[in-house]
Nanobody
Framework: QVQLVESGGGWVQPGGSLRLSCAAS????????MSWYRQAPGKERELVAL????????NYADSVKGRFTISRDNARNTVYLQMNSLKPEDTAVYYC?????????????WGQGTQVTVSS
């Protein structure tokens, strides 16, 4: 029943923009920190951006700072990644992640990913 469904990926030219969305269902969204990861062919999965459950703090990979913005709308159970000034090296499958840490351990959910391709 737990689902994280990414959307908004596609093909853009260098310098273009995309807005990714991740719609969550099947669990209580608000206590979870939300993250975007990406994985390019032949490379390890890397953290792109994170937003805390409160929405009060965010973290970004150095490679995307100033270009990407993560946000969340708890009323809509949705997290977003606004990607501007896209570069070919941003090409990857982008995954949505939800995580909550408690005294009994961590709970983590993953979406299936959405492809982002940046090329001329």
């Amino acid at each position: 029943q737990v689902q994280l469904v990414e959307s908004g990926g596609g093909w853009v030219q260098p310098g273009g923009s995309l807005r990714l969305s991740c719609a969550a269902s099947g669990f209580t969204f608000s206590p979870y920190a939300m993250s975007w990861y990406r994985q390019a062919p032949g490379k390890e999965r890397e953290l792109v951006a994170l937003i805390r459950s409160s929405g009060g703090s965010t973290n970004y990979a150095d490679s995307v700072k100033g270009r990407f913005t993560i946000s969340r709308d708890n009323a809509r159970n949705t997290v977003y990644l606004q990607m501007n000034s896209l570069k070919p090296e941003d090409t990857a499958v982008y995954y949505c992640n939800a995580v909550r840490t408690s005294v009994i351990g961590s709970t983590s959910y993953w979406g299936q990913g959405t492809q982002v391709t940046v090329s001329s």
